[in-house]
């Protein structure tokens, strides 16, 4: 007989469970630990139980108490590249929706194995389920939902999505989201330089796909702190990028994009100030509660421009 992760036989003997890890950082003399702990290691579901990566908890201890993707050194990560590699329009979808922390619903079947993937991504989802990569929660028959699990998780996704990218790129997206959360305005438009000047010029502008695969890049290395939306229904009107925050220590932020196709400089401000007065204007931000950042965004050929304003709502 095979027990697996759906199985409710060992349930708790896969891995910690939450008051041993309270334990664990207590004895260590860290107890102050526990919710760093959580938040790289909890949010898996075997059998009845919820259970903590036990590998990387251990590592996490030995290494006083430093967090990384301990498990994830440990093998290669060639699943998850099949998941990437197979990325049609809808496993597009899927990988925005588990960036911004959100669940996918799927039918997994526990016992399919490496060689029955091939190109069946369905089969992907079982394997990067049964090995860790994904939680899964049943909802009946074979139907479960999916969410990546914790930040170390969300870390491996997004060095994998991001491994194609020089490193001066993911440097300017980290950036560009650092400085966002500052409301550092010169740093949003140096890391704007960086990413549409030099490394996606020929895609970045040409169409609002090419947005949204950045942004949700992003959003995976944010390990789910944002509910990233583009080109959402928001007020009246549809918002280019609302970051809805799931975290109340971060603001929410509210992106209108411009693109000026003249060489007139004026061009850059005047466009920025209507990408603010829009958001202003359709009220964007209507949804949204407390710390709240506007930002209206013009590009002109390698230049950004930056306007900012604060709101509490």
């Known amino acids: 007989a095979v027990d697996n992760i759906f199985s409710n036989n060992f349930d708790e003997r896969y891995g910690f469970t939450e008051p041993e890890v309270k334990d664990l950082c207590t004895y260590y003399g860290h107890p102050e630990k526990f919710e760093e702990a959580k938040e790289w290691y909890d949010g ?30 440990t093998s ?7 998941f990437l590699d197979g990325l049609d329009d809808r496993t597009y979808g899927d990988l925005v929706a588990l960036g911004n922390g959100k669940t996918v619903f799927k039918q997994i079947y526990p016992s399919v194995s490496m060689r029955d993937v091939g190109g069946d991504l ?9 090995t860790g990569y994904l939680n899964a929660v049943p909802e009946g028959d074979n139907d479960y939902r999916l969410s990546i699990p914790n930040r170390e998780m969300y870390k491996v996704f997004y060095e994998n999505v991001t491994r194609p990218l020089k490193m001066d790129v993911r440097i300017a997206m980290r950036r560009f989201l650092d400085s966002m959360e500052r409301k550092d305005v010169q ?18 502008l040409k169409d609002e796909g090419d947005y949204q695969l950045i942004l949700a ?37 509210v992106v209108e994009l411009k693109k000026s196709r003249s060489d007139d400089p004026s061009d850059l401000e005047r466009m920025a100030e209507e990408g603010l007065r829009q958001i202003r204007i359709r009220k964007y931000y209507r949804s949204l509660k407390g710390k709240t950042y506007l930002y209206g965004v013009c590009l002109q050929n390698k230049k950004a421009k930056v306007l900012f304003e604060e709101l509490d709502l």
Not at 44 to 68: E, H, Q, T, V
Request: net charge negative; proline share 5%; charged share 25%.
């Open 44 to 73: 898996y579901r075997f059998g009845d139980a919820d259970i903590y990566n036990p590998w990387s908890l251990l590592m996490y201890i030995r290494n006083k108490f430093k967090p990384g993707t301990y498990w994830a050194s």
């Open 76 to 82: 290669g990560n060639d699943i998850l590249e099949t």
């Open 122 to 130: 369905d089969a992907v989802y079982s394997v990067m389920a049964v």
């Open 187 to 204: 740093g949003v438009e140096d890391a704007l330089f960086t990413l549409f000047a030099d490394s996606f010029p020929a895609t970045l």
């Open 217 to 253: 890049t992003i959003a995976l290395g944010r390990g789910g702190r944002y509910d990233v939306g583009i080109e959402r229904e928001a007020g009246n009107g549809r918002a280019d990028i609302i970051m809805r925050r799931n975290d109340p220590r971060y603001p929410n932020i």
